[in-house]
């Protein structure tokens, strides 16, 4: 099993951003930890982070065919990007939108997404930890399709 896991703007700066809200680790750190993850599970793990919005919708665009799943921090365009929605929505595979911070508990805006509805589910809350329950969630999932 293939799964892409996708990363929006700014979640390159983990680690010394907003600490009190997305904790000191880095998404390097997410990263190896979700890949030692995947390979528990034998599932090939593509890693991608990019501050553009196309760069995201290509990469989507390119893992179809290829991935089973998407698991996506979409970070702040999440929330604004029809664009993003529109090409996940596209995807014939599962995809399971996470977000390290509990956006419910934060600012009004954040409390949409545009993503939330064409995703298979929504991990939320538990710092990097959302990273690694969508991983290890995909087994269970893909067993009930």
């Not at 997410?30 to 030692?36: G, H, V, Y």
């Not at 090939?44 to 089973?68: C, H, P, R, T």
């Amino acid at each position: 099993m293939n799964i892409l896991i996708m990363n929006g703007p700014n979640l390159n700066m983990l680690g010394m951003r907003e600490t009190d809200i997305y904790g000191h680790e880095t998404l390097g750190d997410i990263e190896a930890k979700c890949r030692q993850l995947a390979a528990g599970h034998d599932m090939e793990l593509d890693w991608f982070q990019s501050n553009l919005e196309g760069e995201l919708i290509e990469k989507i665009q390119l893992a179809v065919g290829k991935a089973d799943w998407i698991i996506i921090n979409a970070a702040g365009l999440t929330h604004t990007s029809v664009v993003l929605r529109d090409a996940l929505s596209l995807f014939p595979g599962g995809v399971i939108e996470v977000h390290i911070s509990n956006v419910h508990s934060r600012e009004s805006f954040r409390h949409i997404s545009l993503i939330s509805a064409i995703a298979k589910g929504v991990i939320a809350g538990f710092g990097a930890s959302s990273y690694y329950m969508a991983i290890n969630a995909i087994p269970n999932l893909h067993s009930e399709t």
